[in-house]
């Protein structure tokens, strides 16, 4: 199992624009995609220096494999649509293993 995790810092002049977006447009079209099991949407409670709210969406994947096939066939469609956040959001993505789950 792999997680894809995306940590993003959203200046707060978007963030109700933004978040709306992710849970509403983002986060189901990247389920749509077909090559994620279930996504998570959380909330990072340490402030950042830089200001602004932090987030992190992991998204399951059942392999490496097709984690890959998501990044060949549609994550630059995908992060395109991100674009009107440019300015106002930092991103941080991450691809992690899962070792075991108790």
């Known amino acids: 199992m792999i997680i894809y995790n995306v940590t993003i810092n959203v200046s707060e002049e978007v963030h109700d624009e933004w978040l709306n977006w992710m849970k509403q447009e983002h986060i189901p079209q990247m ?31 059942e392999s490496k494999a097709m984690l890959e096939r998501y990044y060949q066939e549609d994550a630059e469609n995908l992060r395109a649509q991100s674009q009107r956040f440019k300015d106002k959001t930092v991103f941080f993505r991450t691809e992690l293993e899962v070792i075991s789950e108790q």
């Open 31 to 61: 389920l749509d995609t077909g090559k994620f099991l279930n996504a998570m949407m959380t909330k990072v409670l340490v402030q950042e220096p830089m200001g602004g709210v932090t987030y992190s969406v992991q998204y399951k994947a």
